[in-house]
């Protein structure tokens, strides 16, 4: 408010003179302090009104500009001013050999124009601008946290449970770095019309929150690097500039990682390295929740977000905590696919798995959903 209130006292005294000159006269002292005081009290309002429009278009500005790095806000406005320069070079001629009102104006739209026109490119090209000027190390310094045992991490790698289960051992001592880009597209798919893919962009927000609660640095990276289009090639572009690994569970993002020379983890190996094999005979205690691919199958997921398929129990769709026994088990890309048959009857052997994780393990998985499976197709794109 004290912007507004400067701002009006200021145009409220530009008003009064102003009024006051209008109304100056020969022998009229009473329409100087008529003009004085009906100047005074429109400049009061329109101070008023143009004073909040410049202090919310000032917030706006502050908010844009908060998330542009220095570089590129230095050579938008070193570039920005060549531009405008420019621009009234070469409206001199114009003003010089045309005579007309309408030549101002058109010489201000030049300027405008070029200056316009060179900030946008001066913004794009920015860190090339500030390397050639030799100001990289002031004006674009590093990212917080430099280069070392931090992971940069993707939308896929944040959509799985496996990053919090890392963190919750203590493994994560680097912390992790997410780009505001993958943030920006994880609410994006929180809030779009897939109900599986909402889910888990939802529920990889929330472990993120669950890490920091954990005392896990999560660095938010501002790099937006707008002049690469392509999410995949932007992800690994942040990854070889800030010199951190990154963590993914895309095919895609590996493969362009492994080109560009950039240290990549693929934590699907790992999440098949880690998941428990369930031997034959082995039995488990399910909810059959949908129909298998094959005639009479049903299907439902153990705890970790593995895949049942139920030989001969389509009639037991929709029942809870039912009694099966394991006959094989196989691995895929997207983790182990188990296969069994309903029990005969309950074993006698030993309490009967519910197909958790032990008390050390359920800690660390936390109420991890059973459809929260490693994808091969999440990608950032």
């Known amino acids: 408010m004290l912007f507004v209130e400067i701002f009006r006292l200021i145009l409220v005294l530009i008003g009064a003179l102003t009024g006051y000159e209008i109304g100056q006269g020969p022998h009229s002292s009473v329409g100087q302090v008529i003009g004085l005081v009906l100047g005074a009290l429109v400049a009061y309002v329109v101070g008023g009104v143009l004073g909040r429009l410049l202090r919310n278009q000032s917030d706006r500005a502050a908010d844009r500009f908060e998330h542009i790095p220095p570089g590129e806000l230095f050579a938008g406005t070193l570039t920005g001013m060549a531009g405008f320069l420019l621009g009234i070079a070469l409206s001199v001629p114009l003003v010089v050999l045309v005579h007309s ?27 090339q601008v500030v390397a050639a000027a030799g100001l990289g190390r002031i004006l674009a310094p590093p990212a917080e946290p430099p280069p070392g045992y931090a992971l940069l991490v993707d939308t896929s790698a944040a959509m799985t449970p496996f990053l919090l289960v890392l963190g919750r051992y203590g493994l994560l001592v680097g912390g992790l770095v997410v780009p505001r880009f993958v943030i ?46 392509d999410l995949t090639e932007r992800l690994v572009e942040v990854a070889r500039r800030l ?50 691919n094959q005639p009479r199958q049903a299907a439902g997921y153990l ?79």
Do not use: Y
């Open 184 to 229: 920006d597209q994880l609410q994006t798919m929180a809030a779009g019309p897939d109900p599986v893919t909402s889910r888990r962009a939802r529920r990889g927000l929330e472990r993120l929150d669950v890490l920091r609660d954990l005392h896990v640095p999560v660095h938010v990276a501002e790099n937006e690097l707008p002049e690469i289009d």
């Open 303 to 381: 705890a970790d977000g593995d895949l049942v398929i139920v030989n001969d129990a389509a009639h037991m769709i929709g029942r809870e905590n039912v009694v099966i026994e394991v006959l094989s088990t196989r691995r895929t890309n997207q983790g182990l696919m188990v296969f069994a048959k309903l029990a005969d009857r309950p074993s006698n052997a030993g309490p009967i798995s519910t197909g958790e994780p032990r008390s050390e393990e359920r800690e660390a998985a936390n109420e991890e959903d059973a459809d929260l499976r490693v994808d091969e197709h999440i990608s950032v794109d």
């Open 101 to 127: 009102p309408i030549v101002w104006p058109a010489a201000v739209g030049i300027a405008w124009v070029f200056t316009f026109v060179t900030f946008q490119i001066g913004m794009v090209k920015g860190r």
């Open 243 to 292: 010199g951190l690994r990154l963590v993914t569970c895309s095919g895609q993002v590996r493969e362009a990682a492994k080109r560009r020379g950039v240290a990549v983890t693929d934590l699907r190996p790992l999440a098949n390295d880690l998941t428990p094999d369930h031997l034959p005979g082995e039995q488990l205690v399910i909810d059959l929740i949908k129909e298998g």
